[in-house]
Each structure stands twice: as C-alpha cells, then as structure tokens.
C-alpha cells in the first residue's frame, strides 16, 4: 500500500466514524423528542382520576347569597361568588355558603380534600387530618384546600371541576393521583 492510499483509506475510515456518530446523535435527539411529545400527548390524554360530574351552569353570584343546589355532594361545579378561598387547611366552616368560594377555587384550577370527622372517632379524625394535610405539604398547599364538610356520606372527598372521588378510607396514594390528574383541569386554570 502506498502512502497516498494509506492516507486516503484514513480519511475515509474517519469519514465513516464521522458519519455514524452523527447518525448516532441525530437518531438520539429523534428519539428524545418522539418521548418529548408522547409525553405531551399522554398528559393531554390521560385518563383523569375521579367520578366524572356534569358541569353546571357556573354563573357568578352576590357574595354571601345561596348559591342553590349542587348536582353532586360535595360540589364540583355550579354557581359561585366572585371571590375565592386562599389555599391551606380549614378546621372550621365559619362561612354561611362555603360552596360559593370553594366552587370558584374549583374553577381556578384547585383540588379540594372535603372531610367529615363526625362520621370518625376522635383519634381517627386526628389521623385523617394529619394524612391529608401530609399530602398537602408535598405539594407545597399549591391550589388545594381542605374543607370540613357536615353533609359527606363518606370522611373524605377530593374534587376538582367536575370530578369527584370519595373515600371511605383515605389513600395517600389515591389522593395523589387525583390531585396530579386533575391539577388545573378547568375553565381557569391560569387564574391564582
């Protein structure tokens, strides 16, 4: 072999390195954005976790006035006051119609954990309190509240705009998937 074909058989050898890495990275950044956008696609079609509710009529109303009655218990959508409830945990329901503020949260974007500690003994109400406000924490109180609410047939209850999901035994897990599932899935979701 001659100098000159050595130095060619390099060049092209090189060429050939050349060419494969960058089918190599190429066919990486490909992949990477078909994952990309399947995972765009799957969060738009993914199942949402909960009982899906009708949407009622969501007209705003007098703060303070009696919004009515709701198609599900607790609600999920409905007529409610111009004005919203900040984030956190509520012990105690000192409002006449929370609904009217808690449906506008829903309609935010928010999650609601509703519980009932009348239907639990003392120690399990403690319990239940600490289970939900841990799941709370983990998402740092990001558009989520908990309500006390006399009227559930079950201690616990998540809702978002027009999904509800009752438990008759809180499952962190469960409540997870709902508030993961249903984050923002509302008419106003970029609203605070």
Not at 30 to 58: D, N, T, Y
Not at 90 to 108: D, I, K, Q, R, S
């Amino acid at each position: 072999m001659t100098q000159k074909s050595g130095k060619r058989e390099q060049m092209r050898s090189r060429q050939r390195r050349e060419r494969i890495r960058n089918s190599l990275i190429w066919g990486g950044l490909g992949l990477g954005a078909l994952v990309v956008i399947g995972a765009i696609v799957w969060q738009g079609v993914r199942p949402r976790a909960g009982e899906e509710i009708p949407i009622m009529q969501s007209d705003h109303i007098p703060t303070d006035s009696d919004p009515g009655e709701y198609n599900s218990d607790p609600p999920t959508s409905g007529p409610h006051y111009p004005e919203t409830l900040t984030a956190g945990f509520f012990e105690t329901n000192n409002h006449p119609y929370p609904a009217g503020y808690l449906v506008h949260n829903l309609e935010h974007g928010y999650v609601i954990f509703w519980y009932n500690c009348a239907t639990l003994d003392e120690a399990a109400c403690i319990d239940l309190k600490s289970q939900i406000r841990a799941v709370m924490d983990e998402v740092n109180n990001f558009k989520v509240i908990a309500y006390p609410w006399d009227t559930l047939d079950v201690p616990v209850a998540m809702t978002s705009w027009g999904r509800l999901q009752k438990m008759q035994v809180f499952d962190a897990s469960q409540a997870r998937t709902f508030y993961k599932s249903n984050l923002n899935k509302s008419p106003e979701p970029g609203a605070p």
